[in-house]
């Protein structure tokens, strides 16, 4: 679980410093959700 938390932390850090990812990674669980209906 701890490597699990290094990542998350690493990905905020990485959309804090990137707003132009932050947009990309926010959409993408919008597509998940939309192809798991």
């Known amino acids: ?3 699990d ?3 998350l932390k690493r990905q905020i ?3 804090a410093t ?3 990812t932050e947009r990309d990674y926010l959409t ?3 597509v998940d ?3 798991a209906q």
Do not use: A, Q, T
């Open 33 to 35: 959700l939309g192809g």
């Open 5 to 7: 938390i290094d990542d």
């Open 1 to 3: 679980m701890l490597s």
């Open 18 to 20: 990137n707003p132009k």
């Open 28 to 30: 993408l669980p919008v």
């Open 13 to 15: 850090e990485v959309l």
